[in-house]
């Protein structure tokens, strides 16, 4: 099953400057509580996060709601990676997908560049499915695909 695009969230007040233009054009709702029942990889413990739009389009903050200053950056990574695909099957999904795929988002973790000139990278092997209408999440770990863990990401959507 291939899943959706995340629907838009408000910007973070504490969010950075990222490249690209603010996502000015994009209706601003309420921040999206999201619950991982099982954390994320290498962070167990941390499980209740707020979703959020970032200063960039197709970028998102995931902010932990009881460890201050724990934030990751996400993207949609579709628009931006030619040819990435998600294809879960019933049981990745479990306790995430309830009625309808299309509020599903599947979103990757962002890794930020120690230098301001430095590449960005997004990790396509381990992305998030996130149920929009509920806020249950899970990170998913692909293991039939051909992009991985560090892949280069340019702000210009499918550049």
């Known amino acids: 099953m291939s899943l959706a695009a995340p629907a838009p969230a408000t910007p973070a007040p504490t969010s950075p400057t990222l490249p690209g ?7 601003p709702i309420a921040p999206i509580r999201v619950e991982f029942a099982d954390g994320l990889i290498g962070l167990p413990e941390r499980r ?5 739009r970032a200063a960039a389009p197709g970028a998102f903050w995931l902010e932990s709601a009881d460890c201050e200053g724990l934030a990751f950056l996400l993207v949609d990574p579709f628009p931006f990676f ?4 998600v294809e879960l099957e019933p049981a990745q999904l479990r306790g995430v997908l309830d009625g309808d795929p299309s509020e599903i988002a599947v979103l ?5 560049p120690p230098e301001p000139d430095g590449v960005y ?10 149920n ?3 806020g249950r999440a899970r990170q998913i770990v692909l293991t039939r695909t051909d992009f991985g863990t560090r892949c280069p990401l340019s702000w210009d959507p499918a550049a």
């Open 21 to 27: 233009d603010a996502a000015a054009d994009e209706p």
């Open 48 to 52: 209740a996060f707020l979703l959020s």
């Open 82 to 85: 030619d040819g990435y695909t």
């Open 108 to 112: 990757a973790i962002v890794t930020l």
């Open 121 to 130: 990278t997004a990790n396509l092997q381990a992305p998030l499915a996130i």
């Open 132 to 134: 929009l209408r509920t």
